[in-house]
C-alpha cells in the first residue's frame, strides 16, 4: 500500500485497485496523446460536425470555435478560480 493509498484509507475511501505506472510507460502514453491530438488539430473538424462545443474538442482536436472556446471557458473556471484562491492564500 502506497503512502497514498494510506491516505485514501484514513479518509474513508477506497484505494485504486489499478497498479502505478512506471515513469517511462506515464511518458509513453502522454506522447501519444501529445501526437494524436497534433494530428487531430492539422486534420480540424468540419464545421457541421456535432462534436463542436465541448471542451474535449478544444482540448483533443485544438478546435478554437467560438461553441468550443465557451465550453473550453466554463470547463475550466472553477479550477482557475480554485487555483487563484490557492495562490491569494499563499502570498
Ligand atoms: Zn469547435
Not at 21 to 38: H, I, N
Not at 66 to 71: D, G, T
Not at 75 to 83: I, T
Request: charged letters at 30%; hydrophobic letters at 35%; glycine letters at 4%.
Amino acid at each position: 500500500m502506497t503512502d497514498w493509498d494510506a491516505l485514501l484509507v484514513s479518509l474513508g475511501l477506497c484505494p485504486s485497485s489499478r497498479p502505478v505506472r512506471p515513469a517511462e510507460v506515464r511518458a509513453a502514453q502522454a506522447d501519444r496523446v501529445r501526437r494524436q491530438r497534433q494530428l487531430r488539430a492539422e486534420r480540424g473538424l468540419p464545421a457541421d460536425d456535432p462534436r463542436h462545443g465541448k471542451p474535449s474538442t478544444y482540448t483533443n482536436w485544438g478546435c478554437r470555435c467560438p461553441k468550443c472556446r465557451a465550453a473550453n471557458t466554463a470547463d475550466v473556471a472553477p479550477r482557475m478560480a480554485a487555483l487563484r484562491e490557492r495562490r491569494r492564500l499563499a502570498a
